[in-house]
């Protein structure tokens, strides 16, 4: 790990910070700098998540195109995935440097976990903005990764992004490297699951132990890849 890097999990720290993430309006906050409180790590998280995938494959086919206000459905929809980890106590790792937050990275148990009726609330008010067409889409995608699961216990690789101004620095080799020995010390967790559509990260994740297990078109634009890395590699 990079020495200027720090890889820390978020911890919401009491029921003020859960009810200001919990807002979308939170995104559109004026942060100082001397805001270090964790709502603040959190509202830049998302931000740094969001403009990494900004031109990501999967994102695009689920928000849809011609939007004017593209950038803000992303951070929307981006801002439920965080806060579906924080609601079902699912880590959500930060990777910080001396310009702040560089990267992101959302991790989920692969077994069921029932919502809770605020994540429920929220993913209602998503779906409200974003439309029914994308809804649908996010169902067909979701259908699709439904084929890579497998009955074997292991933690899933969400998302994982760094910022541009930090690309090529080793933020998201740290982040790979904490998800890796979160699942060796987790109990029961042989390795670590993830899908991919870009054929670029592929290789990428290859290099990092990966292998593909599976892989699915969904839709005649879009292929996704399952790719599994297990704790011995």
Same mark, same amino acid.
């Given at each position: 790990?990079?020495?200027?890097?720090?890889?820390?999990?978020?911890?919401?720290?009491?029921? $003020?910070?859960?009810?200001?993430?919990?807002?979308?309006?939170?995104?559109? $906050?004026?942060?100082?700098?001397? %805001?270090?409180?964790?709502?603040? @790590?959190?509202?830049?998280?998302?931000? *740094?998540?969001?403009?990494?995938?900004?031109? =990501?494959?999967?994102?695009? =086919?689920?928000?849809?195109?011609?939007?004017? %206000?593209?950038?803000?459905?992303? *951070?929307?929809? #981006?801002?439920?995935?965080?806060?579906?980890? &924080? =609601?079902?106590?699912?880590?959500?790792? /930060?990777?910080?440097?001396?310009?702040?937050?560089?990267?992101?990275?959302?991790?989920?148990?692969?077994?069921?976990?029932?919502?809770?009726?605020?994540?429920?609330?929220?993913?209602?008010?998503?779906?409200?903005?974003?439309?029914?067409? @994308?809804?649908?889409?996010?169902? &067909?995608?979701?259908?699709?990764?439904?084929?890579?699961?497998?009955?074997?216990?292991?933690?899933?690789?969400?998302?994982?992004?760094?910022?541009?101004?930090?690309?090529?620095?080793? #933020?998201?080799?740290?982040?790979?490297?904490?998800?890796? *020995?979160?699942?060796? *010390?987790?109990?029961?967790?042989?390795? &670590?699951? /993830?899908?991919? $559509?870009?054929?670029?990260? #592929? @290789?990428?994740?290859?290099?990092?132990?990966?292998?593909?297990?599976?892989?699915?078109?969904?839709?005649?634009?879009?292929?996704?890849?399952?790719?599994?890395?297990?704790?011995?590699?």
């Amino acid at each position: 790990m990079p020495d200027s890097v720090i890889i820390r999990r978020l911890n919401p720290d009491g029921p $003020e910070t859960l009810r200001r993430i919990a807002d979308p309006r939170c995104l559109d $906050e004026v942060l100082p700098d001397s %805001d270090e409180s964790t709502a603040a @790590a959190f509202v830049r998280g998302v931000r *740094a998540l969001s403009e990494a995938f900004t031109d =990501y494959p999967a994102i695009r =086919y689920i928000i849809g195109t011609g939007w004017g %206000d593209a950038d803000a459905r992303l *951070a929307r929809l #981006v801002h439920f995935f965080c806060m579906a980890r &924080v =609601y079902r106590d699912e880590p959500v790792v /930060l990777a910080e440097n001396e310009d702040g937050v560089a990267g992101v990275a959302l991790i989920s148990w692969v077994e069921e976990r029932d919502d809770n009726e605020a994540l429920r609330q929220l993913r209602t008010a998503l779906w409200r903005m974003l439309g029914e067409a @994308a809804r649908t889409r996010y169902g &067909v995608f979701g259908e699709t990764l439904d084929a890579f699961t497998t009955d074997e216990p292991q933690i899933h690789l969400n998302m994982i992004g760094v910022s541009n101004a930090a690309r090529g620095c080793g #933020v998201g080799r740290a982040l790979l490297d904490y998800v890796h *020995a979160f699942s060796a *010390a987790r109990p029961g967790s042989s390795g &670590v699951s /993830l899908n991919t $559509e870009s054929p670029e990260n #592929v @290789a990428l994740y290859r290099h990092f132990g990966y292998e593909v297990v599976a892989q699915a078109r969904v839709s005649p634009d879009l292929m996704s890849w399952g790719m599994f890395r297990p704790n011995t590699a």
